[in-house]
């Protein structure tokens, strides 16, 4: 998306159709009257800032239509002898639709939104390296025997971060082993994720997953599913005592 210039009015005129519009996409084109379905007029025509559908679906907002500037009540002198729209004028008409239809403001919009989605994915990329950085570097300190201070000397790191990307490895790999578990209870195997979204489940996904490191593999998990608050996890998946 860009703020209106004087050359797409220029070439709008140029052209054939009678509107110049904006889509909801935030690209300029252009339009006949013959082809809007929906406008806010009776009589199926539109005018500058009327919110339009196209018969192909197009949702849109009117700039400016070629009646208004042939007409000259806008500009009178928006046309030279030879017919073509002055650039001056152009110019003027595109720094007035800017303003009156709140272009500014929607291009802020835009921008925020393409750097927001651009930050999401740099923040995913960079997540994505500091877990394969944490594994890297816990795989090293494996091939130093375990020995995490003679790791971080070759590896020209504190200890303390080498430490901490360990047990950052360590998580990582508990977490994904967990997400991927499969709970049995009444009679049924699901994964964590999906025995949360259950209506018999009445405890949050954390706490469900936190739970479910505690129980055996194949062990039924009824207990940690349907028992809200609190669990010793050391009593998880034990026998009752005996009345």
């Given at each position: 998306?860009?703020?209106?210039?004087?050359?797409?009015?220029?070439?709008?005129?140029?052209?054939?159709?009678?509107?110049?519009?904006?889509?909801?996409?935030?690209?300029?084109?252009?339009?006949?009257?013959?082809?809007?379905?929906?406008?806010?007029?009776?009589d199926g025509q539109?005018?500058?800032?009327?919110?339009?559908?196209?018969?192909?679906?197009?949702?849109?907002?009117?700039?400016?239509?070629?009646?208004?500037?042939?007409?000259?009540?806008?500009?009178?002198?928006?046309?030279?002898?030879?017919?073509?729209?002055?650039?001056?004028?152009?110019?003027?008409?595109?720094?007035?639709?800017?303003?009156?239809?709140?272009?500014?403001?929607?291009?802020?919009?835009?921008?925020?939104?393409?750097?927001?989605?651009?930050?999401?994915?740099?923040?995913?990329?960079?997540?994505r390296l500091a877990?394969?950085?944490?594994?890297?570097?816990?795989?090293?300190?494996?091939?130093?025997?375990?020995?995490?201070?003679?790791?971080?000397?070759?590896?020209?790191?504190?200890?303390?971060?080498?430490?901490?990307?360990?047990?950052?490895?360590?998580?990582?790999?508990?977490?994904?082993?967990?997400?991927?578990?499969?709970?049995?209870?009444?009679?049924?195997?699901?994964?964590?994720?999906?025995?949360?979204?259950?209506?018999?489940?009445?405890?949050?996904?954390?706490?469900?997953m936190h739970r479910?490191?505690?129980?055996?593999?194949?062990?039924?998990?009824?207990?940690?599913?349907?028992?809200?608050?609190?669990?010793?996890?050391?009593?998880?998946?034990?026998?009752?005592?005996?009345?």
């Amino acid at each position: 998306m860009h703020l209106l210039t004087g050359t797409d009015i220029i070439n709008f005129h140029n052209g054939r159709d009678d509107l110049l519009i904006l889509t909801t996409d935030g690209e300029f084109t252009t339009a006949d009257h013959s082809a809007i379905v929906s406008s806010p007029h009776k009589d199926g025509q539109a005018t500058a800032y009327d919110l339009v559908v196209l018969d192909d679906g197009t949702e849109a907002q009117v700039m400016v239509a070629r009646s208004t500037i042939n007409e000259g009540d806008w500009f009178p002198d928006a046309l030279g002898d030879d017919g073509h729209l002055n650039a001056s004028v152009a110019d003027e008409m595109a720094a007035i639709i800017n303003t009156d239809a709140g272009l500014t403001g929607l291009l802020q919009i835009h921008e925020i939104r393409e750097t927001t989605a651009a930050w999401e994915k740099a923040d995913q990329e960079a997540n994505r390296l500091a877990g394969e950085r944490a594994q890297r570097v816990a795989a090293f300190v494996q091939h130093c025997g375990g020995n995490q201070s003679e790791a971080a000397r070759r590896l020209g790191l504190d200890q303390s971060t080498v430490n901490k990307l360990v047990r950052k490895a360590k998580g990582a790999t508990a977490k994904t082993h967990n997400q991927g578990r499969a709970l049995t209870a009444f009679d049924e195997t699901r994964s964590i994720v999906e025995w949360a979204r259950d209506p018999r489940c009445r405890v949050s996904y954390t706490t469900l997953m936190h739970r479910s490191a505690h129980l055996d593999e194949g062990q039924d998990a009824a207990e940690i599913i349907t028992t809200p608050g609190h669990m010793d996890p050391r009593l998880i998946g034990r026998p009752a005592p005996p009345a």
